[in-house]
């Protein structure tokens, strides 16, 4: 099922949306009487503003242009009806709580640029099943993906340095965490219950960084 649409541009992404979020529903509730939406970013844009469609219940569907390069701070956070996103080749850094509580929130693919995730990012994304990152990943947030419950397996790419404290806290389907050919800097993945862990050799992670992960 497709949606109407609002394409913006740099210069409208930093007006009245970014500006008025209050104003930006009320336009669209008129408009659109449904109050299902999709967004698209044209290629101009390269930073998507601070809490910019925070709280839209209704946006289905975001994509991205090639230009994107950040996204800021709870910029899509609670939108509850957000059910997929795609990240372009472009895009370097996902800001804090960028997307935190996107409840329908089921597949995450990554562009092969993403540098780092910031704190909570996907906290409370509880319809993430799975999540693979590329190789371009150096840093995971605290608590970026906590709260994850319906997720069972993480992938890691060959750079990731550094995973922030409680990155997957209380993840408790999460079965697989596969760090390929890198071993990063862990910070607890406490309640996780994770049942496999896979590092490259020579030996896996000492110990107490794994503390509470009750399935190893």
Request: glycine letters at 8%; charged letters at 20%; aromatic letters at 12%.
């Amino acid at each position: 099922m497709s949606y109407p649409t609002i394409t913006l541009s740099n210069e409208t992404a930093k007006g009245v949306f970014a500006a008025s979020p209050d104003g930006v529903y009320a336009a669209i509730s008129e408009k659109y009487p449904t109050y299902l939406f999709d967004v698209i970013f044209d290629n101009t844009v390269k930073v998507i503003d601070d809490s910019i469609f925070a709280g839209f219940h209704t946006l289905r569907k975001v994509t991205f242009g090639n230009s994107v390069e950040t996204i800021g701070f709870n910029a899509f956070g609670n939108c509850t009806g957000l059910q997929s996103v795609e990240f372009p080749d472009s895009l370097k850094t996902i800001g804090e709580a960028a997307f935190t509580n996107c409840t329908g929130l089921t597949s995450v693919t990554f562009g092969n640029s993403v540098e780092e995730i910031k704190i909570s990012a996907f906290d409370s994304c509880i319809g993430l099943r799975g999540v693979e990152f590329p190789d371009s990943l150096k840093k995971i947030g605290k608590t970026a993906f906590a709260n994850c419950t319906g997720l069972t397996s993480v992938t890691f790419g060959n750079s990731v340095e550094e995973i922030g404290d409680h990155a997957f806290l209380k993840c408790k389907g999460l079965d697989i965490i596969d760090f390929g050919g890198s071993t990063p800097v862990i910070n607890r993945y406490r309640n996780s219950e994770l049942f496999k862990f896979r590092t490259p050799p020579p030996s896996p992670p000492s110990s107490p960084r794994m503390q509470f992960c009750l399935r190893i």
